[in-house]
């Protein structure tokens, strides 16, 4: 059977998978659930995956690395806002997912997943330590040239803005963005968090 096939066939029951997890989690959907979204026989899936929990494997792994993906430094153009991490965040995920209430309900399923999976919690430690060195990077160009505060190191301004994105995904996933000035609209969140960050510092008193 041709390569090109073999692969279109395992993207087939990888993404009816995923479609299956975003509606149901990945523990109360079943090996038929998949069997059925796919319209595939048993045979032909396991023949590429053993068992629901190497689909899940595989599903979370695809996600990690589209996650990584997202946070490639590319030092030769121009950096983005820091307002603008979350529409950076916000391309995580297969179209037509990415940018999704979907796709930001699956990559918090993957979250709660790495805290039973050890091998896939040590592939998200990887991948969000490198991301929290780019984002530093970007924080520490904007400080040279005079667009954010020095007085606090880049590394924990990285940490506290990869938090602010990681609680903007989480509400969009459980609460969506029906609401135009809901906390899920991505516009609405980044012109807040370009509020906060444009806020003269506190003086001592």
């Given amino acids: 059977m041709p390569k090109e096939h073999l692969e279109a066939r395992r993207r087939q029951i990888l993404d009816a998978a995923r479609r ?11 090996m038929q659930d998949i069997l059925a979204e796919a319209d595939l026989s048993a045979g032909a899936v396991y023949r590429y995956f ?3 929990d190497d689909i899940i494997a595989a599903t979370a792994s695809e996600a990690v690395a589209e996650l990584a993906a997202t ?3 590319d030092e030769s153009a121009t950096p983005p806002g820091l307002d603008d991490i979350v529409d950076v965040v916000l391309q995580v995920g297969r179209p037509p997912l990415s940018g999704s209430r979907e796709s930001a309900q699956f990559l918090v399923q993957v979250w709660a997943e790495a805290l039973r999976s050890p091998p896939l919690r040590t592939k998200l430690q990887t991948v969000m330590k490198e991301a929290r060195r780019v984002v530093g990077g970007l924080v520490a ?3 040279r040239h005079g667009l954010l505060s020095g007085d606090v190191p880049a590394e924990q301004v990285a940490e506290v803005l990869m938090a602010l994105v990681d609680g903007f995904l989480v509400s969009r996933a459980v609460y969506g963005h029906d609401d135009q000035d809901s906390l899920a609209d991505s516009a609405a969140f980044r012109n807040g968090l370009r509020a906060l960050m444009s806020a003269p510092g506190r003086a001592d008193v």
Avoid: D
């Fill in 71 to 73: 946070f490639e430094a």
């Fill in 50 to 52: 053993k068992s629901k």
């Fill in 141 to 143: 160009r904007h400080q």
């Fill in 20 to 30: 299956c997890f975003i509606r149901n989690g990945f523990h109360a959907t079943s």
